[in-house]
């Protein structure tokens, strides 16, 4: 960025010692939205940095809270998914659902997600 300066700085000069009045203020004009476009870089290059250290900071935490969570499980301990699904098939929409035994074992009723009609009726009294 400091080298954008020095070449705005520099074309500047160039300008004010040029004698041509004719195209002067458009020179200047344009020198004028160099230096604010540079400006605007410069704002970017600083919130840029700013979010950069901020993600760095974020990735940090997650990263402790991960190892604080995980630190004494290990694969083994994980419950691998061992629930049994089954697929219950709405006769209103006619749309496929899976629910877990367990689900379907400990409800008399389930509404369709999809349609609201009784999808499971348990035939339990």
Do not use: H, W
């Amino acid at each position: 960025m400091k080298e954008l300066r020095e070449k705005i700085s520099k074309l500047s000069a160039l300008i004010s010692e040029d004698s041509n009045t004719d195209n002067r203020d458009f020179k200047v004009n344009v020198l004028d939205i160099l230096s604010d476009i540079c400006d605007e870089v410069e704002a970017l290059q600083v919130n840029q940095e700013s979010l950069t250290e901020n993600i760095e900071f974020l990735n940090n935490d997650i990263s402790d809270i991960q190892e604080d969570l995980f630190e004494d499980v290990s694969v083994d301990d994980l419950d691998c998914g061992d629930e049994e699904y089954v697929e219950v098939t709405c006769n209103k929409c006619g749309k496929g659902i899976f629910f877990e035994q367990s689900a379907l074992d400990n409800n008399t009723e389930i509404p369709c997600p999809y349609c609201g009609a009784d999808i499971y009726t348990s035939t339990k009294n």
